[in-house]
């Protein structure tokens, strides 16, 4: 059975809310969709969306990368399509997580009703209830990681997406470490909602994510990197600083003169490949120095 080849991106936008969506977002989301383009990706997964404009945040982007592919005429399977994952907001957030693939490439999986396996990861596989954190307890009811299930368009092979924005404090430990239990990593329900589940394994998943604590550390990202059965042996793909500050106290200014290195300034962000998806060439996309051609 042929093996598929792709690029897949993870990237938190940071706080893509009203007042973003509503200023300049022809602007915004054109940019978001020439930075996907240069990437090559085919699968992306966006952290930080409003759940309330979530829908409409990936659809726009969706619709921009289509409109691309004539602007550059692309080949006939560069199709964009979106899926919003774990849209309701969690106990003191109003985050969403959301999905773009190229469905030349790969292919939403979905219920015998038509309906996509996505939606919330929150427990491990016999169904007990993982700890996700809030920024000031452990034991608090925080955000949860969303998942995607897809498919391989050559073979047909199943696979997993689980991606997560972990607090930014020290419960983020916690939260890290819950995601190399998370039953999505291992398994899909691909049951009709509301019926008896249909729990099937996954090839291979990808775990994801702003983990908000660096990379490596074995106490923290050994829940994912464990080999079975105690993990899903995780492989990480990122070795290098991979978050993006917000300004540069010293300039020089505007922000893209300076080298990219004073820029990514930790290492929080990193994809995890199970064995059987193997990781290629990886590395950080710079979109602040040298800045994208227009």
């Known amino acids: 059975m042929p093996n598929t080849t792709f690029i897949y991106m993870s990237w938190n936008i940071q706080t893509y809310g009203p007042g973003k969506w509503?200023?300049?977002?022809?602007?915004?989301?054109?940019?978001?969709?020439w930075t996907i383009h240069f990437s090559g990706a085919s699968l992306v997964s966006i952290m930080e969306l409003n759940a309330t404009l979530a829908a409409a945040i990936?659809?726009?982007i969706?619709?921009?990368?289509?409109?691309?592919?004539?602007?550059?005429?692309?080949?006939p399977d560069w199709v964009w399509e979106s899926v919003t994952g774990n849209v309701a907001p969690s106990t003191g957030s109003d985050e969403a997580y959301g999905f773009l693939y190229r469905t030349g490439v790969l292919t939403a999986a979905d219920s015998p009703n038509g309906t996509t396996v996505s939606g919330r990861s929150t427990t491990d596989r016999q169904g007990n209830?993982?700890?996700?954190?809030?920024r000031s307890s452990s034991t608090?009811?925080?955000r949860k990681p969303a998942y995607c299930a897809f498919r391989e368009n050559a073979g047909n092979k199943l696979f997993s997406v689980v991606t997560y924005h972990a607090p930014y404090s020290a419960q983020?430990?916690?939260?890290?470490?819950?995601?190399?239990m998370a039953r999505e990593a291992y398994e899909v329900n691909l049951a009709d909602p509301g019926t008896a589940p249909n729990w099937t394994a996954v090839t291979a998943s990808l775990i994801s994510g702003d983990f908000n604590i660096n990379y490596p550390s074995a106490f923290t990202y050994g829940a994912?990197?464990?080999?079975?059965?105690?993990?899903p042996g995780g492989t990480a793909t990122i070795f290098e600083n991979s978050t993006?500050?917000?300004?540069?106290p010293n300039p020089p200014y505007p922000p893209y003169w300076a080298p990219a290195v004073w820029w990514r300034v930790s290492s929080y962000d990193n994809i995890f490949c199970t064995a059987n998806a193997t990781p290629g060439a990886s590395g950080i996309l710079d979109v602040l120095s040298p800045p994208l051609p227009r």
């Open 129 to 134: 209830p993982l700890k996700f954190p809030t």
């Open 22 to 33: 509503y200023a300049n977002q022809n602007e915004r989301v054109d940019a978001i969709a």
């Open 62 to 75: 969706a619709n921009r990368l289509n409109a691309l592919r004539g602007t550059l005429n692309a080949a």
């Open 224 to 231: 994912i990197q464990n080999a079975p059965p105690n993990g």
């Open 140 to 142: 608090g009811n925080g």
């Open 244 to 248: 993006v500050r917000a300004f540069d």
């Open 58 to 60: 990936l659809t726009s």
């Open 172 to 180: 983020a430990i916690v939260g890290t470490r819950s995601m190399g």
